[in-house]
């Protein structure tokens, strides 16, 4: 089955830097990468996704890219703001076979963006 | 639009007593809905898959018998801890990923389940 694995467990940025956090997986019919802020007893919450068909995509501070050969993606959030404080998943989905795919998550990282 | 409940959002229970948690797609219908999993600080693990009308599906390890799973409509799937034990206190989160729209899972609030 899919393996993601997710670094940093950890990371701690000033306010208005970069953050970015990385992730591989391992199956290579995996096609769909999101991204998902949770803060603490809450909900996932999906902030940015991207298809195998696209390397890169961005969205207002949040970007994603995608490395299909060597199966890495990345988030990168620019101009960090302390509401950005949270842990963040990445995840994985294999091909759709016509039904919903199931996800398989990163272990997270603990982002902090101190002032 | 999108929106997923579930319910309760906080329950503690004895040791040896079932608790049955609700997931509702509140404003569509889902075929498939997810159920997780996850510890304090640690990531969501996949419990099972639920289709509505058929028999849910179970990741490796996850004992069946013990967590049950109905997906009766298409709005709404329970999930039913049996004979619940104290390392079953857990967060369960759903997902519910509306027909038609493979990728797209909304998750619903969580169930923070206290075993004592």
């Known amino acids: 089955g899919e393996n993601v694995e997710q670094h940093p467990s950890t990371l701690s940025v000033q306010e208005g830097d970069s953050a970015v956090i990385k992730c591989t997986y391992s199956d290579s019919a995996s096609n769909y990468f999101p991204w998902y802020k949770q803060e603490l007893g809450k909900r996932p919450q999906l902030i940015i996704d991207i298809r195998s068909n696209v390397g890169e995509k961005k969205d207002q501070r949040i970007a994603v890219t995608l490395n299909k050969t060597a199966k890495h993606f990345s988030l990168h959030i620019t101009e960090t703001q302390p509401e950005d404080s949270a842990v963040y998943f990445c995840a994985a989905s294999p091909r759709n076979t016509g039904t919903a795919s199931k996800l398989t998550f990163g272990t997270g990282t603990r982002l902090q963006v101190t002032l | 639009g999108a929106v997923v409940s579930q319910h309760p959002s906080r329950v503690i229970c004895k040791s040896g007593t079932s608790v049955k948690i609700e997931c509702r797609s509140l404003?569509?219908?889902?075929?498939?809905m997810f159920w997780y999993r996850q510890f304090p600080k640690q990531s969501l693990m996949l419990m099972a898959t639920s289709n509505e009308g058929s028999k849910a599906t179970y990741e490796q390890g996850v004992e069946k018998d013990k967590f049950l799973i109905n997906h009766a409509s298409l709005t709404l799937s329970t999930l039913t801890v049996t004979s619940a034990h104290p390392e079953d206190s857990s967060f369960y989160i759903c997902s519910a990923s509306p027909a038609g729209h493979s990728y797209e899972q909304y998750f619903g609030p969580g169930t923070r389940l206290t075993v004592t």
């Open positions: 404003d569509f219908q889902a075929t498939t």
